[in-house]
C-alpha cells in the first residue's frame, strides 16, 4: 500500500505569493489532517477533514485554507506568505477517528519564502 | 498551558544503553489517547508506540515502552538497547476526547533530540 504522498517536497516563494501544497492520503483513508511543523515550535495542527468536510481548525489566520476531494485526497493554501510562514508542511491520514487511531505522515513540503 | 511538554531539548545515549524521554501532559478529559513518533532527517514522522488513557499496563513495542503515571500525568519513553539509526527527533502527542466529537486534532510537544554515540 502506498504510503501518504505530498508534493512538491520543497517550494520556494516570494512575500505575498500565494502557494498550494497536495496531500494523497493512504488508499482508504477518509481523514486528512495538516500540520505546521517550524525548529523549536514542535507541530502545528492547521486543520483536518473527513469525508470532505472540515472537522477542526487550529489558531492560524485566515490565509491558511484547505479542502478535500471526493477521492480524499486534499490540498492546503496559503495566501499572501509571510516570512513567518516558512516552515516543514506536514500531511497526515488516517482510516477513521477512533481515540487509537495513529496518524499516518507524509515526508512534507518545505517551504521558504524569500 | 502547555498540552504537551517535553523538557529535554536534546539527550545523548551510548550505543546499547537504555534512554528515558520524558513527556508530560494536561487535560481534563478522562478519555485520551498518547503517542510518541520519531522524525529522522529525512523528515517523515514515525509512529512508535499509544497508550490509553484507560489502559492500565505500560504499552510495549519491541524496544520501545511507554512509562505511563496517570495520577502524574507523564508519559515517558524508553528506548532499551539504543542502536545508531535511533538518532532522530522524537515527539509525545496527545489526542484528547472519544475520537469521532474530537476530531483528529493532535497536540505536540517540542520534541527531543536524540544522539547515539557509538
Known amino acids: 500500500k502506498a504510503g501518504v504522498t505530498q508534493t512538491p517536497r520543497y517550494l520556494i516563494k516570494t512575500r505575498g505569493q500565494q502557494v498550494t501544497l497536495s496531500c494523497s492520503p493512504i488508499?482508504?483513508?477518509?481523514?486528512v489532517s495538516w500540520y505546521q511543523q517550524t525548529p523549536g515550535q514542535g507541530l502545528q495542527f492547521l486543520f483536518e477533514y473527513f469525508s470532505e468536510t472540515q472537522r477542526n481548525k487550529g489558531n492560524f489566520p485566515g490565509r491558511f485554507s484547505g479542502r478535500q476531494f471526493s477521492n480524499s485526497r486534499s490540498e492546503m493554501n496559503v495566501s499572501t506568505l509571510e516570512l513567518g510562514d516558512s516552515a516543514l508542511y506536514l500531511c497526515?491520514?488516517?482510516?477513521?477517528?477512533?481515540?487509537?487511531?495513529?496518524?499516518?505522515f507524509g515526508s512534507g513540503t518545505q517551504l521558504s519564502v524569500l | 498551558a502547555q498540552k504537551i511538554t517535553q523538557t529535554q531539548p536534546g539527550m545523548f545515549v551510548q550505543e546499547k544503553e537504555a534512554v528515558t524521554l520524558d513527556c508530560t501532559y494536561d487535560t481534563s478529559d478522562q478519555s485520551y489517547g498518547l503517542f510518541w513518533y520519531k522524525q529522522p532527517s529525512s523528515g517523515e514522522m514515525i509512529f512508535l508506540i499509544y497508550?490509553?488513557?484507560?489502559?492500565?499496563q505500560n504499552a510495549t513495542e519491541g524496544r520501545y515502552s511507554l512509562n505511563f503515571q496517570k495520577a502524574r500525568k507523564s508519559a515517558n519513553l524508553v528506548i532499551s538497547a539504543s542502536q545508531l539509526g535511533d538518532s532522530a527527533m522524537y515527539f509525545c502527542a496527545m489526542r484528547e476526547g472519544l475520537g469521532t466529537a474530537a476530531g483528529n486534532q493532535f497536540y505536540f510537544g517540542t520534541g527531543t533530540s536524540l544522539t547515539v554515540i557509538p
Open positions: 488508499s482508504g483513508h477518509r481523514s
Open positions: 497508550q490509553g488513557s484507560y489502559d492500565e
Open positions: 497526515a491520514s488516517s482510516p477513521a477517528q477512533g481515540l487509537n487511531e495513529k496518524l499516518f
